[in-house]
């Protein structure tokens, strides 16, 4: 077992690892950026190391410092938790040229599955279903008119190096084939730094299920069955749930088993998630595969009792896995919100700041991943999550009832958050249904109104007023009370005695 693990990471991931690390009797150690100084992952660490400036170019995505600081520090291997370097098979590489084992697949892995036509095409091998499309990278506007004509429209244009809805553009006629072409090709180029681009087939109202895999160097690949992640903003995920609650349990295997077949076929060690999309007739096609921990592992930990921070450190260091496929399953509903900070009223801009008050719900069933504290700051540098809410409850409608009820517990004050809109959502009368798709937030959200927001909202303006006025009251009774101690009888007794003294008359309280 390793004696001490760095994680190259921030926020409320690097506090996850670190607790996953003290429950293996294993140092930590935290870097930071200049404006991470006093971030709770720093705290909460056994070593800590600066790694530069705030932005994340001069620091969490500087592989030089992250190494030098592995080095500095004397660690064994090092956890790079979710985005920054997580997928970045160069990383791996260095790792591996430094004698420190990284916390994931081989870097030969990562770069096959980071290029998503070389992807595709090592599934299509697997003979995993892939989505209608380019199966070569189209380097001009006429390949893509050509491909996109077809396979038919609508389709999408994606870069070869994507990820997070960048460098992608829906396109549903030829008219829009030019302007799309440039639009993705700018957007990946410097988002990723690799402008090539291929087309797939749009899917119309398809869900976005995952599977959740963890492989052993011996060739042992488990599935942990299906996450639904179709509630989606901008291409990124909100509100996620395991197990997919539209998928049933024949269903579920099969994925599972197509899953664990593609990752046997690269030879995948670690943990990893297959990514796929179902159509409306319950066809799944494979959509990619993300080489790391996904962010809504919790409530996959939630449902099936397995840690998976602690499997993917034992796997790393040799160990095989303890389990069975027949020992895997799924218990209950879990859910998560991810909670961000920003303004659900403009758009949802990013809102940094200072938190100047904190209370996290608790309670049966509520399990809390926060990366902040009271009196710490949100930097404007980097993403805007600020926690993961996560649920659990012994079926989806007991989940959705326990959400509720930690979303009205939940309070942050000081910078606004997308509380609101989670709330929203959970009235919302589709979710409830379970009747939800990639696209139905940013279809719905031009119908939510401040009254969908905040329905008691006249009741907090209400007793605001209260507030505001019985502060009001308090500030005029103690105005009062300080004249009044201001006229105190010591005060008034010396006053009279000097008067007297003056004025030639005796006093018998002084026996003058």
């Known amino acids: 077992m390793f004696k001490r693990i760095l994680v190259a990471n921030r926020g409320e991931i690097a506090v996850r690892i670190i607790r996953a690390c003290r429950e293996l009797d294993i140092e930590s150690v935290a870097v930071y950026s200049e404006a991470d100084r006093e971030a709770l992952h720093v705290k909460y660490a056994d070593y800590s190391y600066p790694v530069g400036p705030a932005p994340s170019t001069e620091?969490?995505?500087?592989?030089?410092?992250?190494?030098?600081?592995?080095?500095?520090?004397?660690?064994?291997?090092?956890?790079?938790?979710?985005?920054?370097?997580?997928?970045?098979?160069?990383?791996?590489?260095?790792?591996?040229?430094?004698?420190?084992?990284?916390?994931?697949?081989?870097?030969?892995?990562?770069?096959?599955?980071?290029?998503?036509?070389?992807?595709?095409?090592?599934?299509?091998?697997?003979?995993?279903?892939?989505?209608?499309?380019?199966?070569?990278?189209?380097?001009?506007?006429?390949?893509?008119?050509?491909?996109?004509?077809?396979?038919?429209?609508?389709?999408?244009?994606?870069?070869?190096?994507?990820?997070?809805?960048?460098?992608?553009?829906?396109?549903?006629?030829?008219?829009?084939?030019?302007?799309?072409?440039?639009?993705?090709?700018?957007?990946?180029?410097?988002?990723?730094?690799?402008?090539?681009?291929?087309?797939?087939?749009?899917?119309?109202?398809?869900?976005?299920?995952?599977?959740?895999?963890?492989?052993?160097?011996?060739?042992?690949?488990?599935?942990?069955?299906?996450?639904?992640?179709?509630?989606?903003?901008?291409?990124?995920?909100?509100?996620?749930?395991?197990?997919?609650?539209?998928?049933?349990?024949?269903?579920?295997?099969?994925?599972?088993?197509?899953?664990?077949?593609?990752?046997?076929?690269?030879?995948?060690?670690?943990?990893?998630?297959?990514?796929?999309?179902?159509?409306?007739?319950?066809?799944?096609?494979?959509?990619?595969?993300?080489?790391?921990?996904?962010?809504?592992?919790?409530?996959?930990?939630?449902?099936?009792?397995?840690?998976?921070?602690?499997?993917?450190?034992?796997?790393?260091?040799?160990?095989?896995?303890?389990?069975?496929?027949?020992?895997i399953r799924p218990t209950g509903h879990a859910i998560e919100c991810r909670i961000y900070a920003e303004d659900p009223e403009t758009d949802f801009m990013p809102c940094p700041g200072k938190i100047e008050g904190l209370r996290l719900p608790e309670g049966f069933g509520i399990r809390n991943d926060c990366g902040v504290y009271e009196g710490g700051d949100i930097p404007i540098h980097y993403d805007p999550m600020i926690a993961k809410l996560i649920v659990w409850g012994e079926d989806r409608a007991e989940a959705i009832r326990r959400l509720k009820r930690a979303l009205r517990e939940y309070q942050v004050r000081g910078v606004k958050t997308n509380i609101p809109f989670h709330q929203w959502m959970l009235r919302h009368p589709q979710f409830i249904e379970a009747d939800v798709y990639t696209g139905f937030v940013d279809e719905q959200r031009g119908f939510m109104t401040m009254e969908d927001l905040y329905p008691d909202r006249h009741v907090a303006l209400a007793s605001a007023a209260i507030v505001a006025l019985h502060r009001e009251q308090e500030r005029a009774l103690r105005m009062v009370e300080k004249g009044a101690a201001e006229k105190s009888e010591w005060r008034e007794t010396a006053r009279r005695e000097a008067l007297q003294f003056h004025s030639g008359v005796s006093s018998p309280r002084n026996g003058w």
């Open 59 to 327: 620091s969490y995505l500087r592989i030089d410092r992250i190494i030098d600081a592995a080095r500095k520090s004397r660690a064994d291997a090092i956890h790079p938790g979710y985005g920054f370097l997580a997928e970045n098979a160069e990383f791996a590489q260095a790792c591996a040229e430094a004698g420190i084992v990284f916390l994931g697949p081989s870097p030969e892995v990562i770069k096959q599955m980071g290029d998503k036509v070389n992807a595709r095409a090592l599934m299509k091998k697997a003979r995993l279903p892939v989505i209608p499309g380019s199966d070569d990278i189209l380097s001009s506007e006429e390949e893509v008119l050509e491909t996109a004509a077809a396979i038919g429209y609508p389709c999408v244009l994606k870069a070869v190096a994507g990820g997070g809805g960048k460098g992608l553009r829906l396109v549903e006629s030829s008219d829009e084939i030019r302007s799309a072409y440039r639009a993705a090709r700018s957007e990946a180029a410097s988002s990723f730094g690799d402008s090539r681009l291929y087309v797939e087939k749009y899917l119309e109202r398809c869900r976005h299920i995952e599977v959740q895999l963890l492989a052993d160097i011996y060739g042992k690949v488990l599935h942990l069955y299906t996450r639904e992640c179709s509630i989606q903003r901008r291409h990124q995920k909100i509100i996620e749930e395991c197990p997919a609650p539209t998928i049933d349990l024949r269903m579920q295997k099969v994925m599972g088993k197509t899953a664990a077949q593609g990752a046997r076929a690269l030879g995948y060690t670690g943990v990893g998630t297959m990514e796929f999309l179902v159509d409306r007739h319950k066809n799944f096609y494979f959509l990619e595969m993300n080489t790391r921990l996904q962010v809504e592992h919790a409530i996959t930990e939630r449902i099936m009792g397995i840690d998976l921070v602690k499997a993917q450190i034992n796997v790393a260091a040799g160990a095989p896995l303890p389990w069975s496929q027949r020992q």
